[in-house]
């Protein structure tokens, strides 16, 4: 018969269990969206705020059960620390009478990687990443701080509230890396420099089509390998389950052999 433990467990890892707290946290997440509204928050706001109160007693509930399931190997995975906090800082701010901290209630949406498998895959992933990233970041910087020290010293002068130093040719520059109204900044440079197309297309070329491309490059490399990593392991365990069905099926046909003809 089994225990209350292994029932628990069985409930919280059923797909209807993890399909109603997966419902609950878009419930949520919209909820605290249409209270954003001023005319809903004020028609609705007592019957939202109430509807919020039962989510996160729901979500503490639910969280109660996972430990009294998993006991102490429950804080030892990931994932359940990052569910944990997650669930004890929109108490925090649910509970709070400080608005800056009730608009923390929405971290409450982040649970949804947590309940979607796929979603942890690629948030690993960009985990992974972080040292590559890291790098290309350090290079895009020492580009960025190159070209904007040239811009400074070439366009200052006449463009100062766009080059006046190295900070402020940073922030212009970072400006047009995103490609947003970099066009517009071109033309007003060029109207007193003809030949600065040359400085921009040349920073755009570097760093928007090549460095930030390395960004998703990494990403993607680091996706596909975790994936890779995911998919061999459950190659592993179904080969290891094949064999030790294979060796039932020997011990059975052993066994079978063994029994006397009637």
Do not use: C
């Amino acid at each position: 018969m089994a225990s209350a433990r292994e029932k628990t467990e069985n409930l919280i890892e059923s797909r209807g269990f993890q399909g109603g707290v997966l419902i609950l946290i878009i419930l949520n997440a919209i909820l605290l969206g249409a209270e954003t509204f001023p005319k809903i928050k004020a028609d609705y706001g007592e019957f939202i705020s109430t509807i919020d109160r039962l989510i996160i007693y729901a979500f503490l509930f639910e969280i109660g059960l996972r430990i009294f399931a998993e006991r102490e190997n429950y804080f030892k995975k990931g994932w359940n620390v990052f569910d944990f906090t997650i669930v004890m800082v929109s108490l925090l701010a649910a509970t709070s009478g400080f608005a800056a901290l009730r608009a923390f209630r929405v971290l409450r949406v982040l649970r949804l990687i947590t309940v979607i498998p796929r979603m942890r895959v690629v948030v690993s992933a960009l985990l992974d990443s972080i040292p590559g990233i890291a790098s290309v970041g350090v290079v895009l910087a020492l580009i960025i701080y190159v070209f904007a020290v040239i811009a400074a010293t070439l366009y200052g002068p006449e463009h100062p509230e766009l080059f006046r130093d190295v900070f402020a040719s940073m922030y212009t520059l970072f400006q047009v890396m995103t490609l947003e109204g970099w066009p517009d900044i071109a033309a007003e440079v060029r109207a007193t420099h003809p030949n600065s197309w040359v400085f921009f297309m040349t920073f755009v070329l570097i760093a928007t089509f090549t460095v930030l491309n390395l960004f998703v490059a990494i990403v993607v490399r680091v996706v596909e390998e975790d994936s890779n990593e995911i998919l061999d392991g459950v190659a592993e365990s179904q080969k290891s389950v094949e064999g030790e069905l294979a060796a039932i099926r020997a011990e059975i046909t052993k066994l079978s052999k063994r029994l006397p003809d009637k």
